[in-house]
């Protein structure tokens, strides 16, 4: 373009002709396009070598074809579910629509775990992605799409940012678009917090008892300056725009809310120790014990409880390193290290000689999610019987009962409470006060069902709960048993480094069994709950793993049956 031109066209359209051309030579062309082809090509053939190699080295038992190529087997109806069809169809049992719509449904269900098992198995993108994360991190300062790099080597969770920065949760525009989400797959949630909680108050008020609500901060609500340099100097948490409505809300309501993130703020201003791991979505034994000495207080100031006991719980300090959360979900190489452990003392706590647990028969019901494991969860990593219901149990004198999840805080105690109560047993005989501890995030992504909490009797005989498949099979106590069965259902299972936690437990209903060394066990069904991921690590596939983040199946008969605790062999 000579300058004579270029003085009769406009910047816009220079910049037009500028944008739009590229110098390139048809070597490179070429070279460029061969390139692109070859990794497009490369990454599935590679897959489907080893995939064959495992076959016929026999590791791959029961599967004749990779699993790339394997997809009639569910995009195709079965016999049982094309007969179904006719027989409801003309039964008019809901009709073709309804067999229709379940059919379509399974087709869905299983489309969505086929992908997400191809990603899992895709060991050249496994190998890839982890070792162009270290540069990305290390060098780049990026993160992924579930965690945020902030500065001086901070870490933070996307829903954590997300929660906050996004639109009122109570905003009547964001609430219909989120009761209008869900699939054929996914039930859209109910988003409203403040209906599910004035709905767990009025029925724990039935049974004379008194909710307590504890909002969580997140760390980005403490610390944003660690994560923006515009926060710099700020002297308030940061919080949702509909936070305070949610706060005006519940107090109109009558109901208690306890709130830490002021105490957070003050204690930060005043340059105590750190409120927060560095690369962990949860806060210090530091910030913990402060919230649980003003959440006792506060309880105390709202219901009458019996006086404390005098020195009947004592703590003894222990120092823990663990590995944050958050950097795990960054899938470096094992051997690669960009964020390094960090180390904090906590303060276990013990209830005359022996090692604190909840106690059944206390006063006070304390339901909490991952805030409240961290330091009590052993699989967690950082110790255990040093977390928030301990340290509560501690400022309040008094034994606690729990009911511990790491997340969905803003449905699973609930419902693992109903649970218990259609079980037959009463977790609410004898309480006073239920403390309800949850991530404030949920307030934003949460879904907060409302669940009845129907007193049930107790259950029969573990065979008669599901008499049509024969009964349930559960072992003595205390006495493993080597069984075969058949996999008639098995619950979702997170993808390593998608979420906040390390371990996750799912939940599979076993048809068919056979057990040499017990022949009680011939034809019936199981519900077993095994490990799905271990230290972000997926696996083959007690009351202790309940705390665990786990999925379970959408059936009220296996969720009444008496579960197993299983193990691969």
Same mark, same amino acid.
């Given at each position: ?17 500028e ?8 070597? @490179? #062309?070429w070279?460029?396009?061969?390139f +692109? &082809?070859?990794?497009i %090509? ?8 080893r !995939?064959?190699?495992?076959?016929r ?28 069809l ?9 009709g073709?629509?309804?067999?229709g719509?379940?059919m379509?449904?399974?087709m869905?269900?299983d ?8 990603k ?11 070792r ?14 579930d965690?945020?790099?902030g500065?001086?080597g901070w ?5 954590? @940012? #997300? ?5 009122? +949760? &109570?905003d009547?525009? %964001? ?8 699939? !054929? ?7 409203d ?9 009025d ?7 008194t909710?307590?609500?504890?909002p ?9 300056e660690?994560?923006?340099?515009r926060?710099?100097?700020r002297?308030e ?14 107090a109109?309501e ?23 791991l560095?690369?962990?979505t949860?806060?210090t034994?530091a910030g ?13 100031r709202?219901?009458?409880?019996p006086?404390?006991a ?9 120092e ?8 795990m979900m960054?899938?470096f ?5 960009v964020?390094?452990?960090?180390t904090v ?7 005359a000689a ?10 006070v ?7 409240a ?7 967690m ?6 977390g928030?219901?301990?340290?509560v149990s501690?400022?309040l004198?008094?034994p ?5 999840r ?40 949460g879904?907060w069902?409302?669940?009845?909490l ?6 029969p005989?573990?065979?008669d ?12 106590t205390g006495?493993p ?6 996999v ?5 299972a997170?993808?390593?480094g ?6 996750h ?8 069994l056979?057990a ?7 034809g019936?069904?199981a519900v077993?709950?095994?490990?799905s991921?271990?230290d972000?690590?997926p696996t ?15 059936d ?14």
């Amino acid at each position: 373009m000579t300058q004579s031109t270029t003085k009769n066209l406009s910047r816009e359209e220079i910049a037009k002709i500028e944008i739009g051309h590229t110098d390139s030579t048809r070597a @490179i #062309d070429w070279f460029l396009t061969l390139f +692109f &082809l070859a990794v497009i %090509v490369t990454v599935p053939l590679v897959q489907l070598a080893r !995939e064959f190699a495992a076959i016929r080295a026999g590791k791959e038992p029961g599967r004749n074809l990779p699993q790339s190529l394997d997809v009639f087997s569910f995009l195709l109806p079965s016999l049982s579910e094309v007969s179904d069809l006719f027989v409801d169809g003309a039964a008019e049992k809901g009709g073709f629509l309804a067999a229709g719509s379940r059919m379509n449904n399974r087709m869905l269900g299983d489309i969505q775990r086929y992908e997400t098992d191809l990603k899992d198995r895709d060991e050249v993108m496994q190998w890839v992605i982890p070792r162009m994360q270290v540069p990305v991190t290390a060098w780049l300062k990026g993160g992924n799409e579930d965690a945020y790099c902030g500065r001086d080597g901070w870490l933070f969770y996307r829903k954590d @940012i #997300d929660s906050l920065t996004g639109r009122g +949760f &109570l905003d009547p525009d %964001v609430l219909a678009a989120r009761s209008a989400g869900g699939s !054929e797959l996914v039930a859209p949630p109910q988003p409203d917090p403040v209906k599910a909680i004035v709905d767990f108050r009025d029925q724990l008020q039935r049974r004379g008892i008194t909710l307590v609500v504890v909002p969580a901060p997140v760390k980005p609500s403490i610390y944003p300056e660690w994560h923006s340099a515009r926060y710099d100097g700020r002297s308030e948490a940061v919080q949702n725009p509909s936070f305070a409505a949610f706060k005006d809300r519940l107090a109109g309501e009558g109901i208690p809310c306890f709130d830490p993130a002021p105490l957070l703020v003050e204690a930060k201003a005043a340059a105590l120790k750190p409120l927060y791991l560095k690369t962990d979505t949860h806060w210090t034994p530091a910030g913990m014990q402060l919230v649980a000495q003003a959440l006792a207080a506060f309880v105390r100031r709202t219901v009458e409880l019996p006086p404390p006991a005098a020195a009947r719980f004592t703590t003894s300090p222990r120092e823990v390193t663990g590995r944050g959360d958050i950097a795990m979900m960054l899938e470096f190489p094992d051997a690669w290290s960009v964020f390094l452990p960090e180390t904090v003392t906590v303060r276990e706590v013990r209830d005359a000689a022996a090692a604190w647990r909840p106690d059944r028969d206390a006063k006070v019901l304390f339901l909490g999610d991952s805030f409240a494991n961290i330091y009590s969860l052993a699989p967690m990593g950082w110790g255990e019987t040093a977390g928030l219901a301990e340290q509560v149990s501690l400022a309040l004198g008094l034994p606690l009962d729990t009911i511990t999840r790491n997340d969905a805080g803003s449905h699973a105690t609930r419902a693992m409470l109903a649970l218990d109560l259609q079980r037959g047993t009463d977790r609410l005989a004898g309480k006073q006060v239920v403390i309800w501890e949850f991530a404030a995030r949920e307030l934003a992504c949460g879904d907060w069902k409302i669940i009845p909490l129907a007193a049930g009797a107790k259950q029969p005989a573990a065979t008669d709960v599901m008499p049509e498949d024969g009964g349930t099979y559960v072992p003595a106590t205390g006495s493993p048993v080597l069984v075969r069965g058949v996999v008639k259902a098995a619950s979702p299972a997170p993808r390593p480094g998608s979420v906040p936690y390390k371990d996750h437990v799912i939940m599979v209903h076993l048809g068919g069994l056979e057990a040499e060394k017990d022949p009680a066990a011939a034809g019936k069904d199981a519900v077993v709950f095994v490990w799905s991921m271990r230290d972000n690590k997926p696996t083959p596939v007690a009351a202790k793993y309940d705390a665990i983040n786990r999925s379970e199946l959408d059936d009220d008969a296996l969720l009444l049956a008496e579960p197993c605790w299983g193990e691969t062999p």
